[in-house]
């Protein structure tokens, strides 16, 4: 086997562990968002202002790893264009 297309392999290899590693805190996320929700559903005690908090930082946490995988994505696009052309 050609050093390239090991190379490949190992790409393709860690590009699909990065992305079931993302997916899974990508679920770990949203059954913690679920539970935030349901005990600020509870939470009578709690000021508007504060689910107001807790809501704009589980967005901006959303947003966030988006973001990330955007950058991942492109990143390993680029890897694998650049070992395309060799």
């Not at 390239?4 to 990508?26: E, G, L, P, R, Y």
């Not at 600020?40 to 704009?56: F, H, R, S, V, Y």
């Not at 492109?74 to 060799?86: A, M, P, R, T």
Request: glycine residues 4%; neutral net charge.
């Amino acid at each position: 086997m050609d050093q390239n297309a090991m190379v490949k392999q190992m790409i393709q290899f860690n590009k699909a562990t990065f992305d079931n590693s993302f997916h899974a805190m990508i679920m770990f996320q949203e059954q913690n968002e679920k539970m935030v929700n349901m005990l600020m559903g509870q939470a009578t005690w709690l000021p508007e202002e504060g689910k107001k908090a807790i809501n704009e930082w589980v967005s901006a946490c959303k947003i966030g790893c988006a973001n990330y995988k955007k950058q991942v994505d492109d990143s390993f696009k680029k890897v694998e264009e650049f070992f395309n052309k060799s």
